[in-house]
């Protein structure tokens, strides 16, 4: 019994850790991507197109962006980045290593510098791999060249732009933006706005530590704070602590049962309570979500 229920776990593991691919490959036709400009705050605008919101410096230095979706994209980035100033690409910084957030660092880390975690570029370059195996490194060109360990601050357009290591949340490698006169958060994927998020179990990332980043991450915000999320619309502080609240319920929910004795399979029949319905209606579902948190609480500590 016990070795049916290790293959079981392992075979569910592997679909949770299989969510990121099938989210790329579900992307389509990038011709038809029309990438959408947002006003931020202060220097700051927001970009959307198709995978991880980017994030925008314009100013006298330049350009600088958070993240740079997939590489098909890359063309209409340029032209986005156009229409907000003639400056130069400086910088890039990447959230985490997920190609949905790094997929053009090939076409951009040609023109400017790649910035992110040292996890980041162990992930891209291959040195770091799951257990799967699964994925092909990055070309050298799109990997980071500068990397760091806990923080790291990019004096850019007038303003400090922070850069902040939070562990085993998303992934291994996640770190939170802080603009600091512009007074705008980019949250990577430490933010799915009004819904369930992917937590990649394979790449680091821990359900219960997710939680304890993102309340971490509220404390440090400051008042009146504009936030990007890395998926989802722009949002406040509200909407932050909306989604911590989503956390703390639905994981509590979940080790409650498992702590029962309840298997994988009554807990999803159990579901989750109604006001989440919602937050399903994204790429992660109420079922995967408990699947996720499920996997993470089980794991070995």
Same mark, same amino acid.
């Given at each position: 019994?016990?070795?049916?229920?290790?293959?079981?776990?392992?075979?569910?593991?592997?679909?949770?850790?299989?969510?990121?691919?099938?989210?790329?490959?579900?992307? @389509?036709?990038?011709?038809?991507?029309?990438?959408?400009?947002?006003?931020?705050?202060?220097?700051?605008?927001? *970009?959307?197109?198709?995978?991880?919101?980017?994030?925008?410096?314009?100013?006298?230095?330049?350009?600088?962006?958070?993240?740079?979706?997939?590489?098909?994209?890359?063309?209409?980035? =340029?032209?986005?980045?156009?229409?907000?100033?003639?400056?130069?690409?400086?910088?890039? %910084?990447?959230?985490?290593?997920?190609?949905?957030?790094?997929?053009?660092?090939?076409?951009?880390?040609?023109?400017?510098?790649?910035?992110?975690?040292?996890?980041?570029?162990?992930?891209?370059?291959?040195?770091?791999?799951?257990?799967?195996?699964?994925?092909?490194?990055?070309?050298?060109?799109?990997?980071?060249?500068?990397?760091?360990?806990?923080?790291?601050?990019?004096?850019?357009?007038?303003?400090?732009?922070?850069?902040?290591?939070?562990?085993?949340?998303?992934?291994? @490698?996640?770190?939170?933006?802080?603009?600091? =006169?512009?007074?705008?958060?980019?949250?990577?994927?430490?933010?799915?706005?009004?819904?369930?998020?992917?937590?990649? *179990?394979?790449?680091? @990332?821990?359900?219960?530590?997710?939680?304890?980043?993102?309340?971490?991450?509220? #404390?440090?915000?400051?008042?009146? !704070?504009?936030?990007?999320?890395?998926?989802?619309? %722009?949002? #406040?502080?509200?909407?932050?602590?909306?989604?911590?609240?989503?956390?703390?319920?639905?994981?509590?929910?979940?080790?409650?049962?498992?702590?029962?004795?309840?298997?994988?399979?009554?807990?999803? !029949?159990?579901?989750?309570?109604?006001?989440?319905?919602?937050? @399903?209606?994204?790429?992660?579902?109420?079922?995967?979500?408990?699947?996720?948190?499920?996997?993470? %609480?089980?794991?070995? =500590?």
């Amino acid at each position: 019994m016990t070795r049916y229920i290790s293959r079981y776990s392992a075979l569910v593991l592997s679909v949770v850790v299989c969510l990121p691919v099938a989210i790329a490959r579900s992307q @389509g036709d990038m011709s038809k991507v029309e990438i959408k400009s947002s006003p931020v705050a202060g220097n700051v605008y927001m *970009l959307q197109g198709s995978g991880g919101n980017i994030g925008v410096s314009v100013g006298t230095d330049g350009i600088l962006i958070v993240d740079d979706e997939f590489a098909p994209l890359a063309d209409k980035i =340029r032209a986005a980045l156009k229409k907000l100033g003639e400056g130069k690409l400086r910088y890039v %910084l990447n959230t985490h290593w997920h190609g949905d957030h790094t997929g053009a660092n090939a076409q951009f880390g040609v023109e400017a510098p790649i910035i992110a975690h040292d996890n980041v570029r162990k992930r891209l370059s291959g040195e770091l791999r799951p257990p799967s195996g699964a994925g092909t490194p990055a070309p050298n060109e799109a990997l980071p060249v500068i990397t760091f360990d806990q923080s790291l601050s990019v004096h850019f357009n007038g303003e400090e732009i922070r850069v902040i290591h939070f562990p085993h949340g998303h992934t291994d @490698g996640d770190s939170i933006i802080f603009f600091t =006169r512009s007074n705008v958060v980019h949250m990577g994927d430490d933010f799915f706005n009004g819904m369930f998020p992917y937590v990649d *179990l394979n790449s680091g @990332g821990d359900v219960e530590g997710y939680e304890r980043n993102v309340a971490a991450a509220i #404390t440090k915000i400051p008042a009146g !704070a504009k936030i990007i999320p890395g998926h989802g619309p %722009l949002a #406040t502080i509200d909407d932050l602590k909306s989604f911590h609240a989503m956390l703390v319920e639905t994981i509590g929910i979940v080790r409650q049962r498992l702590k029962s004795g309840k298997t994988l399979e009554q807990i999803q !029949a159990e579901g989750l309570p109604e006001k989440w319905n919602t937050w @399903g209606a994204g790429f992660v579902n109420t079922k995967t979500w408990i699947n996720i948190v499920y996997q993470s %609480l089980s794991k070995p =500590r």
